[in-house]
């Protein structure tokens, strides 16, 4: 007995547990087989979705009434401020709404084969389908749907989004509405953000300019649209000005002379932004070849495909990524830095050991033997990939882009402009503070007498054609960012970088950095003028006849050697 009685305490305890469980189990069948039900029925889905009923009242009192009625009740809804009254009210404007005459319903309906698909007008749902003779359908003139157009526009004024509120004002200000005028008045009182404010008073300016407000509120705009100060709005004062009244006339002529100094600065600050970036790029294609042309004195014509090389090495990489570890893409740019700068470096170094150092003192062979070598290199990489362009995509951090004020900034062209100033800056720290920098400076200055004094000046030239080789592959990874990866991307950027070389002073870095973005900034202000390719020519012959004036450049090199 004492051993028996545990024991049926417990069978009898899982018993209850069991019943319990069996319980439990029972009732979520039963509310999940009431739910499916509920969703499987005509309207179920409509029903699982609160909605007051109120608003529900307010959107079947539609069909109720004259025209007259109907625009007084989407004044009504609108007045609600809930977002759930859209769907009913652009229904409504496209002629879609419908009653349901079983229980007076207002529905949405669109044809489908010979009846009509009918959903709910505030949740969307499916309310399954009915014959055309079932439904009476809520007629509209012009003057409700520009009631719905106003009541639909103060709606998304009053969204809880700033990003719609800001996206409906700059609609109303492109569509200058003048009924939208009322709507936006009421969301500014009510709004809380300054910008979305401020666009609000601009699309309320541009309105009432269309409208036939008093002379006070129209001259209030125009300083409005002043203020503003860009193209839109230099267009919508414009024809302000093919109008009749002196007052808006003399104003608006004010304010087009205001907005085009404005422009005309910020059509500077763009040149110079663009001529930046375009700088950027001269400066990371040329730098390299500053130090080898510098330090040998080698027309290195292979130099663009260099940074062919380092395209190429970028996309490759990308594709082992997007085939093996698709979710690291956007590390494959940290990846394919290293990787081109090798690439690029050792076919730097097999150059110079296997061709360039039989030619010393020979510049018009090594030229000659160097172009011979980019002529072999393009053909492998057409062989190798194909002469079409390949694709090479932008990790996130560097798409899209930013403004400050009416200037777009895209994120790939700035960092590629804080890339070329870090290589600069850790290229000039490496030339002016390690051994490796020192005895380049030493061969630059005087081969002989650093030869004399144990400089093994060889294997200088070999690493620093290596070096500028390997920078030229980098500059690869950039451009490969910016510009079209194909077998004759060197090409676009070889004369330009030589022109950068010689203007800033052969083998001189400083000179390089300012040749660089010298003529990047003199060729972006020269194209609005003179198109693209006679502003290259221009430049061509300004550097020309500069260098007729200093033959070494703006920063000339000092030593015995460069000298003599």
Same mark, same amino acid.
């Given at each position: 007995?004492?051993?028996?009685?545990?024991?049926?305490?417990?069978?009898?305890?899982?018993?209850?547990?069991?019943?319990?469980?069996?319980?439990?189990?029972?009732?979520?069948?039963?509310?999940?087989? /009431?739910?499916?039900?509920?969703?499987?029925?005509?309207?179920?889905?409509?029903?699982?979705?609160?909605?007051?009923?109120?608003?529900?009242?307010?959107?079947?009192?539609?069909?109720?009434?004259?025209?007259?009625?109907?625009?007084?009740?989407?004044?009504?809804?609108?007045?609600?401020?809930?977002?759930?009254?859209?769907?009913?009210?652009?229904?409504?404007?496209?002629?879609?709404?419908?009653?349901?005459?079983?229980?007076?319903?207002?529905?949405?309906?669109?044809?489908?084969?010979?009846?009509?698909?009918?959903?709910?007008?505030?949740?969307?749902?499916?309310?399954?389908?009915? %014959?055309?003779?079932?439904?009476?359908?809520?007629?509209?003139?012009?003057?409700? &749907?520009?009631?719905?157009?106003?009541?639909?526009?103060?709606?998304?004024?009053?969204?809880?989004?700033?990003?719609?509120?800001?996206?409906?004002?700059?609609?109303?200000?492109?569509?200058?509405?003048?009924?939208?005028?009322?709507?936006?008045?009421?969301?500014?009182?009510?709004?809380?953000?300054?910008?979305?404010? @401020?666009?609000? &008073?601009?699309?309320?300016?541009?309105?009432?300019?269309?409208?036939?407000?008093?002379?006070?509120?129209?001259?209030?705009?125009?300083?409005?649209?002043?203020?503003?100060?860009?193209?839109?709005?230099? %267009?919508?004062?414009?024809?302000?000005?093919?109008?009749?009244?002196?007052?808006?006339?003399?104003?608006?002529?004010?304010?087009?002379?205001?907005?085009?100094?404005?422009?005309?600065?910020?059509?500077?600050? &763009?040149?110079?932004?663009?001529?930046?970036?375009?700088? %950027?790029?001269?400066?990371?294609?040329? /730098?390299?070849?500053?130090?080898?042309?510098?330090?040998?004195?080698?027309?290195?014509?292979?130099?663009?495909?260099?940074?062919?090389?380092?395209?190429?090495?970028?996309?490759?990489?990308?594709?082992?990524?997007?085939?093996?570890?698709?979710?690291?893409?956007?590390? %494959?740019?940290?990846?394919?830095?290293?990787?081109?700068?090798?690439?690029?470096?050792?076919?730097?170094?097999?150059?110079?050991?296997?061709?360039?150092?039989?030619?010393?003192?020979?510049?018009?062979?090594?030229?000659?033997?160097?172009?011979?070598?980019?002529?072999?290199?393009?053909?492998?990489?057409?062989?190798?990939?194909?002469?079409?362009?390949?694709?090479?995509?932008?990790?996130?951090?560097?798409?899209?882009?930013?403004?400050?004020?009416?200037? @777009?900034?895209?994120?790939?062209?700035?960092?590629?402009?804080?890339?070329?100033?870090?290589?600069?800056?850790?290229?000039?720290?490496?030339?002016?503070?390690?051994?490796?920098?020192?005895?380049?400076?030493?061969?630059?200055?005087?081969?002989?007498?650093?030869?004399?004094?144990?400089?093994?000046?060889?294997?200088?030239?070999?690493?620093?054609?290596?070096?500028?080789?390997?920078?030229?592959?980098?500059?690869?990874?950039?451009?490969?960012? /910016?510009?079209?990866?194909?077998?004759?991307?060197?090409?676009?950027? /070889?004369?330009?970088?030589?022109?950068?070389?010689?203007?800033?002073?052969?083998?001189?870095?400083?000179? @390089?950095?300012?040749?660089?973005?010298?003529?990047?900034?003199?060729?972006?202000?020269?194209?609005?003028?003179?198109?693209?390719?006679?502003?290259?020519?221009?430049?061509?012959?300004?550097?020309?006849?500069?260098?007729?004036?200093?033959?070494?450049?703006?920063?000339?090199?000092?030593?015995?050697?460069?000298?003599?």
């Amino acid at each position: 007995m004492i051993l028996t009685q545990p024991v049926f305490r417990r069978s009898a305890a899982r018993s209850g547990l069991a019943q319990r469980a069996r319980r439990i189990a029972a009732a979520w069948t039963a509310t999940l087989f /009431i739910l499916l039900a509920a969703l499987a029925a005509p309207g179920g889905a409509a029903l699982s979705q609160e909605v007051d009923p109120a608003l529900r009242e307010l959107v079947n009192a539609l069909a109720k009434g004259s025209f007259s009625d109907t625009e007084k009740q989407v004044g009504r809804l609108a007045e609600t401020g809930d977002p759930l009254v859209v769907k009913a009210l652009e229904a409504l404007s496209e002629g879609d709404l419908y009653v349901r005459k079983s229980d007076a319903l207002v529905v949405v309906g669109k044809r489908s084969g010979g009846a009509y698909a009918l959903t709910d007008p505030l949740t969307g749902a499916d309310l399954g389908a009915l %014959s055309g003779s079932a439904l009476d359908k809520i007629r509209v003139n012009n003057r409700l &749907r520009r009631s719905i157009r106003a009541a639909l526009g103060g709606l998304t004024l009053r969204a809880p989004d700033p990003v719609i509120r800001a996206q409906a004002a700059e609609a109303i200000f492109k569509a200058r509405d003048a009924d939208a005028i009322p709507a936006l008045e009421a969301a500014i009182a009510a709004e809380t953000d300054p910008s979305v404010a @401020t666009l609000m &008073r601009e699309a309320r300016a541009a309105a009432i300019l269309g409208s036939d407000r008093p002379l006070d509120d129209r001259l209030a705009a125009i300083e409005t649209l002043a203020g503003r100060g860009d193209r839109d709005a230099l %267009s919508l004062l414009t024809a302000v000005t093919n109008g009749t009244q002196a007052e808006l006339h003399e104003a608006a002529g004010a304010a087009i002379a205001s907005i085009q100094k404005l422009q005309a600065a910020w059509d500077t600050a &763009r040149n110079i932004w663009f001529g930046l970036s375009l700088g %950027s790029v001269l400066l990371l294609a040329a /730098i390299g070849l500053a130090i080898t042309f510098g330090v040998m004195g080698v027309i290195n014509m292979a130099h663009g495909e260099m940074v062919m090389l380092g395209a190429y090495t970028t996309f490759v990489i990308q594709n082992v990524f997007r085939t093996l570890a698709p979710e690291l893409f956007d590390y %494959s740019l940290l990846v394919a830095l290293p990787a081109a700068f090798l690439v690029a470096g050792l076919v730097g170094v097999g150059i110079e050991r296997g061709i360039i150092r039989f030619l010393h003192n020979r510049p018009l062979e090594t030229l000659l033997a160097t172009w011979g070598v980019s002529l072999i290199l393009q053909q492998a990489v057409r062989s190798l990939f194909g002469p079409t362009n390949q694709e090479v995509g932008n990790p996130a951090f560097m798409s899209g882009a930013f403004e400050i004020g009416q200037l @777009t900034i895209t994120y790939n062209r700035l960092w590629i402009l804080v890339f070329a100033l870090v290589v600069f800056a850790s290229l000039l720290i490496a030339m002016k503070f390690t051994r490796f920098g020192l005895n380049v400076r030493a061969v630059t200055q005087n081969r002989r007498m650093a030869a004399s004094m144990g400089i093994r000046t060889p294997w200088v030239d070999a690493l620093t054609f290596g070096l500028g080789s390997g920078i030229a592959g980098i500059a690869g990874v950039a451009l490969s960012q /910016i510009d079209n990866v194909s077998p004759n991307l060197g090409q676009s950027y /070889i004369i330009d970088s030589f022109m950068v070389v010689v203007f800033g002073g052969v083998g001189n870095l400083w000179g @390089t950095l300012l040749g660089a973005m010298t003529l990047g900034i003199a060729n972006k202000f020269l194209e609005p003028f003179a198109g693209a390719v006679l502003a290259k020519i221009l430049v061509l012959v300004f550097i020309i006849l500069f260098i007729q004036k200093r033959p070494r450049g703006l920063f000339a090199q000092k030593g015995r050697a460069v000298e003599a």
